[in-house]
Structure formats: structure tokens, C-alpha cells
């Protein structure tokens, strides 16, 4: 017995912690039930949430719409988000921001920055010595990064998507375009990070929209793969892609459908934005010869004409998309002097030519990134607002050589829909249908090292190394291991891009810096050092590319093995709860790791080593570790215990030196009760062989970045501390609008109801003096020292006129409420006497309540009536303009007390059981017929002829109705309630029994 509570110990530990992870879940999953998805388009962005009972919903904005533009608007006192900052565009169009996601990742030097500057000359770019980048300087004591920018709107999309959800939320998927390199990426996360948003992923835009379609239209892939190109151009860049849709056999899952990024191409100027500029500048050149003759500026001098100018070419591309023409007209277009002119499809198509040759350029990139021809794509399927010109889908057509174009999918939302099923399957809080996703590398990584090789006797020489990390188009997320084999000391390595050739010059400019990071090495030497007597197997570096793109060095480690004996120990607590808790999940029980002071590595993580394309001899060795997404048709493998990592590290050694492991043996420790025999002492040596012990040291690392610095921890708290408290003065000033705002609503309406008539019945001429003098008093004050008021003051005022107000709008509230109130009161005080006098009429061979009870609601239908009549007669008594006595809660207080009363009687009727009738000397049971009055419930029933006592006798009705007892309209009384018949059909036992004993 003792043995037996020793053994289960463990598992109640198990069980214990297991309860306390499941019960951490839970506590985590309580503030992440919405999950949002923000889609940042260059002109506008969609927001869409998840939640319980709301799956996959885009946001409404503060105006009711779906999408809201990407524009922000800071002053030295206020901010405005959305359609409230395009509309400040024209007013102010120096502190109004578009198109900064243009600038995100960029260092001054970049040919995008000086494009920035010539499309929007109003806005004065700072520069940052610190980073080489540039900040918006909107006043001298203004100025912001593009990164706190974006992160003010980061922030205003979530309130958005919290005031939709009712909820708060803190997780989100953030869209960015697929041509985004490692600055650029980061920079968006960074941006999320001021916010205090919580990135789960950041998914290609191009991604989003080929997982939304492939969700919706799930029922049409199966094994066989279907090509699918899609052609995204939005207002500032233009991305084809082309997707293979098939079902694949996946570990966890089984079959799934699954989407992959088979090729990628394009543009990054190529939009909508650049027809837009070509349009304002043809409008501008139109009024300047309008008035040549008048020796007027330029208009192209006025940013506020320019801003105008420019809202009307967006609004010209959209009508000139369905119409042959059109007139643009804008009132007061500079010096009060309207514009008005005609403009033509074919002036438009003119301005726009040589954009239009460049339609089809992502599509052969797309082909030749994917090495497909045009005649493998199924379908090409259009996406983006720009997609809508006529004239781009003219082109398209052409260059694809199809029948027709794909519309089958919302341009405008895809990818925000796309985005946010993501957000609902990296979440905790749901379930979702899963959908396999593997998206391609669009820039190739790369490790370049050099180290000293002896070429002759004699000879040193530098020899400098590439390894390709992650190829271009490779799948990710994606970890890889490379190993160092002819290094003691400490190195450094570099991690740079791959071959860009695939890029045009132009684009190679913009691209910015090709080289990421210098890794420098410390403490190799020391390892070596450390473990003299040990073999090394070389230097290994763990890198990973994350779901959302961002390259990473998780870490560096120094590895070392030898030969060990086996030695019996014993067991930890900490490795039988982990055996136990294995053991609960069916994991099979595996000899422990000897402990050896250090961590342990688990090799089974590295897969087998990719194909070298470097000459024999080289000693730098590529893996891929197991957690990469692969396709698998085996069955999974059973789960592994988690206290096994030396043992699965000695299978790995095994098979890498090409030995055939050993059938494992039953463990020493037998549990208590089992009958094994231990071997013997010989036979123990033979089976339990040398095995490889592995020792894993880390080693210091230190990152140099090379392609932009990412901002400091106390920069990014700074900007992150500055970003919140412009938030809560904007939350401060609109709660001192809305107090303001409060104030002089009050104001008006009381003063328009002190001439109603209901109002007046109620009150005095001098009670209505005094009220419209103080509110007259506090209108002249909101006018005149209102502005500088504080939101303290405002309520402060607004306290004092509603206490003023209260008793006569007490008074008017009272009358409005005494009719229905009253009818009610009379109506139950009806309905209760009707019981009352039923019940009371209830024979007594079948009554059910006590006369202590009905005495009781006798009593309080009295007390109530009797209240009733002197509460009114007293009231009729007062004048109108005194405090009433007759109160709504008093009536409803008198009501809920009878109700109470009533509602008792009515329960225990409902549930009561029908007494036994007693039986006459001829064995029949007396019982009044059902339609039987009072009067002759004396007579008896004969039963049939030849029915004898035992026979069933005849069922009592359900119910009985007393004629008159029940008001029309109210509820009938039913005695027998829920569950009579069975009571019934228990009765006839009941019955005979009570005779056996009568007899007796």
C-alpha cells in the first residue's frame, strides 16, 4: 500500500501543474477574445475584427464607412485621423501627412525620399544624424518620424476596432506590400510597438487577399494544383502574384488545403497616386493658361491649391474609369477665381502612357520568379483600386492573353479579410478550419565568412565563403542551422542579401543598403578551452525567419562530444514529475539524461544537412531545423517526453555515425509489483554501451547593423511615452467638448421647456424666473469665458442648473408616470381579488391553501387598496407645483409586494399533488364527474360492467375549473403542473395500497 501512495504522488503533481497551465491559459485567453486586422494601404486602410458571435466583420468608422484614409493631421493642439484629416488636407496642408508609409525604412539618401519632396514640396523633411533618416517637421516644436506617424494610426484603427468590438483589444495582423525589405519590416513592427499593439504576424498584402480567396472557396481545392495570378495595383505600387492552390497531407491535421507563393514581381511607383499627380499637374497647366493674360501666380505655388487640385484629379480618374468625359470644376480654386475645364478619357490615357507600358512588367517577373509560362495560369484575378482604369485592363488583357479577367473577389477588402482569418488562427481564443500557408522568400539570404586556409607549405592566404541561408521564393517561416567546423577562436561573420539581379538598377537604388548585420563572436576560444578532452563538432548558429519576414540570430553555441559511460542514478523530482506527465499522455518511459552541467542541445531539431555547392574540403555545413514547414504523408509520430533530451540526442549520434541503435531495454527501476528479474551484473554492462555525451556552451554575440539602425530602447520609450500622452490630451480635449457640448444642450432645452404647458402646471412664475435667469447667466458665461474653461468647471456649472431644475423636472416625470403606473396598480389588485375568490371556492377535499395563506393575501390586497385610495386623496389635496406625495416607486414597490404574495399561491398550485379519493363499499372511488358543480359532488360513478377492483381506474383530469373563478385574459391555474400525467399514472398503486389497509 505504502508503494502504491508513492507512486501516485507523481501523477497528482502532474496533474496539479497540469491544471495550473490550463487554468494560465484560461486567464490569458480572457483578454485576447477579439483579434483585429489593420490592411495600410498607401491611400487608405481597412480594419476588421474577430470576435465571439462576430466572425471576420470589417470596422465601421466614425462616419459609417469601410475604409478610412491613411492621412493624419497634427497640430500644436489637436490631431485628426481618417476623413476628419483629409478634410484638413486643403485647410492646412502642411501639418496634413499622406503617403508617409512611403518613407518607412528609408535613409535621406534614398532616391524614394527626394521623390517624396518633389510630390509634396509643402511638407519640410528634417534630417536624423542618428539613423540617416529624415522626420517630418510640422512646427519647430513639432516634428515625428514616419514610424510615430504610422503608429498614431496604428492606434486610432485599434480604438476604432475596439469601439466596434465593445472590447478591448491588443492583438493584431498588419498587412505590409510583399516587396518589403528587412529595414522596412522592422520598421512597422517598431511602429506597432509605440502603439502597444501586439503583432502577431506581418502578412503580405498579396498573401491576405490569396488566403481570403482560397477560404472562401475551399470546397474547390483538391490534389490537383490550380495556378492562380493575381494583379494588386493600389494607389502607390503594383504586385503580381501567383498562387498554386492544392490539398496537402499535413502532420497535425491531415488533409488541408494549402496555399504557395510560386512567384512574385513588382512595381513599387506604378499606382494610382502617379495617375493622380499627372492629372493635378495637366489641371494646374489648364488654369495657369486660363489666366496667363492676368500676370497671376502660379498655382503650383499655392499648396492649397495644389491640395484641391489634387482631390479633384482623384475624383476625375474615378468618373473618367466609367465615362468618356467629364468636367472638373473646383469653386474658389486660388484668389477666389473658380476652375473649370473639360478633361477626356483619352487626355487622361495620353498623360498616363508610358505608366500603362509598365502594366505588364510585374507579370514576366512573376513568370520568371515562378519559371511558369502563361499557358500554367488558370486565372488572373484583379486587385486594387487602380485596377478599375480602363485602360490598365486593356493592357492586362493583352499581355496575359486570356479570354477575360478574374472580378470575382472584393478589390478593396481581400486582403484585410485575408489578414484577419490569420489573426483568428494565430490567436488562442479560436478555432479556426485550418488552411496551410506558405509564403516565399522574395530577397535571398546569405552568411559570408572568411577564414585562413594554407594553400602550400607555408602559404597562408584569406579565403572568403557564401552560404546561401534562404533562397529566393524558399518557403518560410523557416529556421536554419549553420555550423563553423575549422574555428578555436573568436570570428565574425556577416549576413547580407543574395543576388538582386533579378532588380533594376532604379530598383537597386531604392532597395537601399544590401548588407544586414555583422555578427561578432566572443567566447569560442574560452570554449575550447573549457573542454580539452572533448571533440568539437563545430560552431553552430541558429537563425530564423519568422512568420512575419523578420530575419533573427536566436543564438550562437559552441558544441562539443565524447564518449561516456552509463551510470545508474537516481531520479530528480523535477524528471519524474516530467516522466509522469508524459506518462499521461501516453509517452513511453525513457532512461534519464545524465546531468553534465550544461544545457543540453536537442539535435533531433536539425534535419539533414542541405546540398553544398562548395568545393570538397569546405567545412561550413548548412541545416534546416524540423519546426520548417514541410509537407508530411506519414502518420505523426508519437509525442516525445519532454524529460528525454540526452536520449534522443544519442539516437541523433547514432545514426550520424552510422551505427544501428540497440533495442532499448525495460529500465532498471521497475514500478512496485512487477516481476522482472534484474540482469546480471555482466549482462547490465552489455546492454547499456558507451554512449555520446554532448556539451553545448553559448557564446557571446554581438550584432552590428548595417542596413538602418533600429531605434534604441530609450528612443522607442521616449516616442512611445510622447505618442500616450498626445492620446490622453486628445482624450482630454474631447471630454471637455463633450462637457461643453452637454452644457449648452442643457441650456437650451430647458429654456424651450419652461414655455410647455406641462412644465408650467407644475411650477410658479417666480420658479420659472428664477430657472431662466440662472441659465441666461450661464449661456453669457459659455460665451464669453467658456473657451478657457476647464472640463471641471464645465460640469461644475452643468451640476449646478440640473440641481436647480430637479424638482420641477421631478414633478413633470411623476405626472407623465401615474396613468400607466395607476392602470397597473388596479389591474393586479383586479386579477389578485379574482384569485382570491377562486380559491377560496376550491372544495375542500381538493384544496391546496392554507387559510394562513389566503388570509395573508386577503390582507395585502386590503393594505393596498386602503394606500391606493389615501395616497390619492391626499395628493388631491396638494397643489401641483408641491412635491407629490403619490411616487412611481412607491407604486411600483406596493405592486411587486402583492405580486410576490400571488406568485407564491400560483407556484405551489403549479406543483401540488392531487390528494386520494376514498372508495365507496362497492370498491368504486369517489369522484365528481369533470363538468360537476359543487352542489352534487356527492354523487358516485358506477364503473363498467365486469370491471373489478383490481381494474385501473379511471385518471383524474389535469385540472379542475371552478365557472367564473378566473378573469378573462389571466393565467389559468393548473393544479397538476409539470409532471402530472406520471403523478397520475403512480396514483391506482397508491390507491390500493391505502385499501389493503383499510381491509386490515
Known sequence: MAAMVRRQRPRRLACWALMAVLLADLLALSDTLAVMSVDLGSESMKVAIVKPGVPMEIVLNKESRRKTPVTVTLKENERFFGDSAASMAIKNPKATLRYFQHLLGKQENNPHVALYRARFPEHELGFDPQRQTVYFQISPQLQFSPEEVLSMLLNYSRSLAEDFAEQSIKDAVITVPAFFNQAERRAVLQAARMAGLKVLQLINDNTATALSYGVFRRKDINTTAQNIMFYDMGAGSTVCTIVTYQTVKTKDSGVQPQLQIRGVGFDRTLGGLEMELRLREHLARLFNEQRKGQRAKDVRENPRAMAKLLREANRLKTVLSANADHMAQIEGLMDDVDFKAKVTRAEFEDLCADLFERVPGPVQQALQSAEMKLDEIEQVILVGGATRVPKVQEVLLKAVGKEELGKNINADEAAAMGAVYQAAALSKAFKVKPFVVRDAVIYPILVEFTREVEEEPGVHSLKHNKRILFSRMGPYPQRKVITFNRYSHDFNFHINYGDLGFLGPEDLRVFGSQNLTTVKLKGVGESFRKYPDYESKGIKAHFNLDESGVLSLDRVESVFETLVEDSPEEESTLTKLGNTISSLFGGGATPDAKENGTDSVQEEEE?????????????????????????????????????????????????????????????????????????????????????????????????????????????????????????????????????????????????????????????????????????????????????????????????????????????????????????????????????????????????????????????????????????MAEQAKLPATEKPVLLSKDIEAKMMALDREVQYLLNKAKFAKPRPRPKDKNGTRAEPPLNASASDQGDKVIPPPGQTEDAKPISEPEKETQAGSEPAGSEPLELGGPGAESEQKEQPTEQKRTLKNDEL
Open 607 to 871: 534535419g539533414p544537412a542541405e546540398g553544398s555547392k562548395d568545393e570538397p574540403g569546405e567545412q561550413a555545413e548548412l541545416k534546416e531545423e524540423a519546426d520548417s514547414p514541410t509537407e508530411d504523408a506519414s502518420p505523426t509520430p508519437p509525442p516525445e517526453p519532454k524529460g528525454s533530451a540526452a536520449p534522443e540526442g544519442e539516437k541523433t549520434a547514432e545514426k550520424d555515425n552510422g551505427e544501428k541503435p540497440e533495442a532499448q531495454k525495460p529500465s532498471d527501476k521497475g514500478e512496485a509489483g512487477s516481476e522482472s528479474v534484474p540482469p546480471a551484473p555482466e549482462e547490465e554492462k552489455k546492454q547499456k554501451p558507451a554512449r555520446k555525451q554532448r556539451m553545448v556552451e553559448e557564446i557571446g554575440v554581438e550584432l552590428v547593423v548595417l542596413d538602418l539602425p533600429d531605434l534604441p530602447e530609450d528612443e522607442l520609450a521616449r516616442s512611445a511615452q510622447k505618442l500616450q500622452d498626445l492620446t490622453l490630451r486628445d482624450l482630454e480635449k474631447q471630454e471637455r467638448e463633450k462637457a461643453a457640448n452637454s452644457l449648452e444642450a442643457f441650456i437650451f432645452e430647458t429654456q424651450d421647456k419652461l414655455y410647455q404647458p406641462e412644465y408650467q402646471e407644475v411650477s410658479t412664475e417666480e420658479q420659472r424666473e428664477d430657472i431662466s435667469g440662472k441659465l441666461s447667466a450661464t449661456s453669457s458665461w459659455l460665451e464669453d469665458e467658456g473657451f478657457g474653461a476647464t472640463t471641471a468647471m464645465l460640469k461644475e456649472k452643468l451640476a449646478e442648473l440640473r440641481k436647480l431644475c430637479q424638482g420641477l423636472f421631478f414633478r413633470v416625470e411623476e405626472r407623465k408616470k401615474w396613468p400607466e403606473r395607476l392602470s397597473a396598480l388596479d389591474s393586479l389588485l383586479n386579477h389578485s381579488s379574482m384569485f382570491l375568490k377562486g380559491a377560496r371556492l376550491i372544495p375542500e377535499m381538493d384544496q391546496i391553501f392554507t387559510e394562513v395563506e389566503m388570509t395573508t393575501l386577503e390582507k395585502v390586497i386590503n393594505e393596498t387598496w386602503a394606500w391606493k385610495n389615501a395616497t
